[in-house]
């Protein structure tokens, strides 16, 4: 639905079937991936007026391109 009009900043998800992913109401929440032996967090779901629909994937703004302005910004306290 989405391919070659997603911005480097954004990355999606679809639901494996109907009624289980994204919601209405999860915008700020994670996409956290198992690898190896740790969960990384990949993405923070934007705001969404679709709900877990197969035909309508979820759509993130990618975490890494933040991490040097995330750290920054703990740091200042």
Same mark, same amino acid.
């Given at each position: 639905?989405? /391919?070659? @009009?997603?911005? #480097?900043? #954004?990355? $999606?998800?679809?639901?494996?079937?109907?009624?289980? %992913?994204? $919601? #209405? %109401? &999860?915008?700020?929440?994670?996409?956290? $991936?198992?690898? +190896? =032996?740790?969960?990384?967090? #990949? %993405?923070?779901?934007?705001?969404? @007026?679709? $709900? +877990? /629909?197969? =035909?309508?994937?979820?759509?993130?703004?990618?975490?890494?391109?933040?991490? &040097?302005?995330?750290?920054?910004?703990?740091?200042? %306290?």
């Amino acid at each position: 639905a989405l /391919r070659g @009009r997603l911005k #480097e900043s #954004e990355l $999606c998800t679809a639901p494996l079937r109907a009624g289980v %992913g994204a $919601c #209405e %109401g &999860d915008y700020g929440g994670p996409l956290a $991936c198992l690898t +190896a =032996d740790c969960w990384v967090l #990949e %993405g923070v779901i934007t705001p969404s @007026r679709v $709900c +877990a /629909r197969t =035909d309508q994937p979820a759509l993130f703004i990618r975490v890494s391109l933040y991490v &040097d302005w995330i750290h920054k910004v703990m740091k200042m %306290g």
